[in-house]
């Protein structure tokens, strides 16, 4: 099948599929290198407010539950390492065991959200909100309320990017367990990977600083 | 060598890309870069037009020290209204969109870019958030500032938040725009056409997407902070719940500095194409023009500091910031050497193209000469906030960028449509914007030098004779423009046939039929020579290697 494949995967204006190929891995890294850009400016907000507010923040950070923080991040690197044997599992042509690989990614994914819900909740109901709906009695610092405000921003944009990436995901599920790709071309499979991956390299960086310092 | 006239048995070719598929769906649903190109022309014609009314009602407010025609409160809207449609619907896209995507393909030897189906995207992401803001326009505007400066942005009553989210989906099509103009120079050149075969077009096209690619997404953030903002009150840049208002600054100007690179570095991708054709030269320095448009691009980003002088900054920052500013003066200066070199002992062609590219050299002088007074921290707290900035950016951004836009539109239409237009017209036409130009903005430099803040609605009685002469100027401009308007759209029913090359250069996109093909090329070209070897085609040695120095 693998001939086929190739042909119907290669659009007319490429010379090659390899050359198709080169491309779309290119364009990738340049969107990723956009979306780091776009939580750079989060990340410089934060580095600029925890320069002021200090003991604020260290309050603010104390407040968060380290174990369901530490939860996700195993979540997500373990999904990270289930969609990277995907990848490897189509390109060995075992669609079967690549679905199913594709499928736990998935569901670490909600996993995920489903503990990201339990936390929002958290702190909902304890009035650990952002800016002016902050109402948390037993932290009244200046700056307690800005920790929440990015907090929220932070880990809600990265959330957001979780249910993009799922998307993403369970499309290319449906696309790999139909044998739409194999040996010969996988690379919308890889791209998702690498979207996958960037998703969860975010996370690492915002763990440490959100729940550990 | 005198310019050869065009044969007059030239062919229009047909059937080409406008004609080959037909109806408005066709056009819809189109992947071909040339037709997006088009579609482009278009839009962002709307957008200038829209934007030049803005400034025309500014102009008319001006025209008096008191109340004229508008109140005070429409005027601020219409000054930022001015500034958002001009940059985000014209500058930022119009060049790229237009000649980029019209003429990257055909200058490196590929059928298409990259990625057509996300060209076509871009299209669309413009006219939605095209429609967005002029929704939030219609209902109400906004009246910040096309700067948004935050607290006031988070407090007014305005309609800020469609405009802001406009912008930001403008600036997501922006950045997919320079993907894939990155992706397609990567992977899509003909065999044969080195890096330093490209032509200059492309290399300051490259430089370009990289800050597209880098520098928006730090915008998009921040235009949605301001948006969440002042809808939820989170407080990330108001000092009453410890926010820093002066962090909203760095993070627009790390993008909106870049961001008139983004506008200046395809007016002068344009205008290293038309030097060497209209002087019948090779580019004197190929290299040092091709590196110092990455050199710009490369240095545009330490720069965004210059615009908070005033703002509460060290005064070390201050000066790195204004010496590393200058650096961009540098670059540009080897530029503007390079292209001067490259008339010497050229064969000229006085024709519109021409005319465009001397006003465009002219008004980057000055406004970059005005750019470097500017960048020294001692005269820009002088001068901070007043009309003596408004009539720099606008020489640079108007007089660079608008002249190096209608060079291109001047050069590329017979290209494009397959007609060429009145030459008589075009050159009155130039006259007329070059000297409404002047008129225009020349009086705003004594003014601002005077002392005249910009954005005020009123002002006092000794700055009314330059005030009137501005205005004047401006409706010169305006005439001018609409010239160019009716001979264009004139030419292409009745405009004489160009034939595929009627300015006899040798730039690589004019070895296609005009207008082009649908499928671009026939088969893949192999390309052997540099872009504008116009030295060796006297002894027919157009296909050997040349080093590009005079």
């Not at chain 2, 993008?255 to 038309?274: C, K």
């Not at chain 2, 237009?421 to 006259?431: F, I």
């Not at chain 2, 730039?507 to 026939?522: A, V």
């Amino acid at each position: 099948m693998q001939p086929e494949t190739q042909a119907v995967h290669l659009a007319h204006h490429f010379p090659s599929l390899r050359t198709q190929e080169q491309a779309a891995r290119l364009g990738m890294w340049l969107f990723l290198a956009t979306e780091v850009l776009l939580f750079g400016a989060l990340f410089t907000a934060y580095s600029l407010y925890r320069y002021l507010f200090p003991h604020a923040f260290e309050g603010a950070s104390a407040l968060m539950h380290t174990s369901w923080g530490t939860a996700n991040t195993l979540v997500l690197i373990t999904s990270s390492l289930t969609v990277a044997l995907g990848i490897h599992e189509v390109s060995r042509g075992r669609n079967r065991r690549a679905t199913l690989y594709l499928l736990a990614t998935l569901a670490f994914a909600v996993a995920f959200l489903v503990i990201k819900y339990f936390e929002y909740s958290h702190h909902i109901h304890e009035g650990q909100l952002p800016g002016r709906f902050y109402s948390f009695a037993e932290l009244q610092v200046a700056g307690a309320s800005m920790f929440f405000t990015l907090y929220f921003l932070m880990t809600g944009l990265h959330g957001l990017h979780v249910l993009i990436g799922m998307g993403v995901l369970a499309f290319l599920t449906v696309q790999v367990w139909r044998g739409r790709y194999g040996p010969g071309y996988y690379t919308p499979v890889e791209l998702g990977g690498l979207y996958w991956h960037l998703v969860d390299l975010i996370w690492i960086f915002l763990f440490p600083l959100l729940y550990l310092i | 060598m005198p310019p050869s006239p065009p044969p007059s048995e030239a062919v229009y070719n047909r059937p080409n890309y406008l004609t080959a598929d037909r109806g408005v769906w066709s056009w819809l649903v189109t992947l071909d870069h040339k037709r997006i190109g088009v579609m482009y022309l278009v839009l962002t014609t709307i957008g200038f037009a829209l934007g030049g009314l803005f400034a025309l009602i500014i102009r008319l407010e001006l025209l008096t020290p008191g109340p004229t025609i508008i109140d005070a409160q429409t005027y601020n809207r219409m000054f930022t209204l001015h500034g958002v449609v001009m940059i985000f619907l014209f500058m930022i896209p119009a060049i790229p969109g237009i000649f980029g995507n019209f003429l990257l393909p055909l200058m490196l030897g590929a059928q298409d870019v990259a990625f057509p189906r996300i060209n076509l995207l871009t299209v669309y992401l413009y006219l939605l958030g095209a429609g967005i803001a002029l929704w939030g326009m219609i209902h109400g505007g906004a009246d910040t500032g096309w700067t948004f400066y935050t607290p006031y942005s988070t407090t007014t009553t305005t309609k800020v938040a469609p405009i802001l989210l406009g912008a930001f989906i403008l600036g997501l099509g922006s950045i997919l725009t320079g993907i894939n103009f990155i992706v397609t120079i990567h992977t899509l050149r003909a065999p044969g056409l080195t890096w330093m075969r490209l032509p200059l077009f492309v290399w300051a096209i490259y430089a370009t997407s990289v800050i597209q690619v880098l520098a928006t997404p730090v915008l998009g953030m921040t235009l949605l902070l301001v948006a969440i903002e002042s809808v939820f009150g989170f407080g990330i840049f108001d000092p009453g719940r410890g926010g820093d208002p002066v962090l909203f600054q760095h993070l627009f100007w790390f993008y909106s500095h870049p961001a008139v690179y983004i506008m200046i570095l395809p007016a002068m991708a344009v205008v290293s194409e038309v030097v060497q054709a209209f002087a019948r030269k090779n580019m004197f320095g190929y290299k040092a023009v091709a590196y110092s448009s990455l050199g710009i691009a490369f240095v545009g980003f330490f720069t965004w500091g210059h615009h908070l002088f005033t703002s509460g900054q060290s005064a070390f920052n201050a000066g790195i910031f204004g010496i590393l500013s200058m650096f961009v003066g540098l670059f540009t200066a080897i530029k503007v050497f390079n292209w001067t070199a490259t008339l010497y002992k050229g064969a000229i062609q006085f024709s519109a193209p021409f005319v465009y590219f001397c006003g465009f050299l002219f008004f980057l002088v000055f406004g970059g000469m005005t750019g470097i007074a500017l960048a020294t921290v001692s005269l820009d707290v002088h001068w901070q906030d007043t009309y003596f900035v408004v009539a720099h950016f606008h020489f640079i951004m108007v007089g660079g960028t608008i002249m190096a836009f209608l060079a291109a539109v001047h050069y590329w239409w017979p290209k494009m449509f397959g007609r060429m237009y009145s030459e008589r017209w075009a050159l009155v036409a130039a006259g007329l914007i070059i000297l409404g130009f002047n008129a225009t903005f020349i009086p705003q430099f004594l003014l601002g030098n005077m002392g005249m803040p910009r954005r005020y609605y009123s002002f006092p009685e000794r700055f009314w004779p330059l005030n009137v002469a501005s205005t004047a100027g401006a409706s010169l401009l305006a005439f001018g423009f609409l010239i160019v308007l009716v001979y264009l759209v004139v030419s292409l029913a009745w405009g004489r046939v160009a034939g595929p090359n009627p300015w006899d250069s040798r730039g690589y996109e004019w070895d296609t039929p005009s207008p082009p093909n649908k499928e671009n090329f026939p088969g893949t070209p192999v390309i052997t020579h540099g872009p504008h070897e116009y030295q060796d085609t006297e002894d027919g040695g157009a296909g050997s290697e040349v080093t590009h120095a005079a």
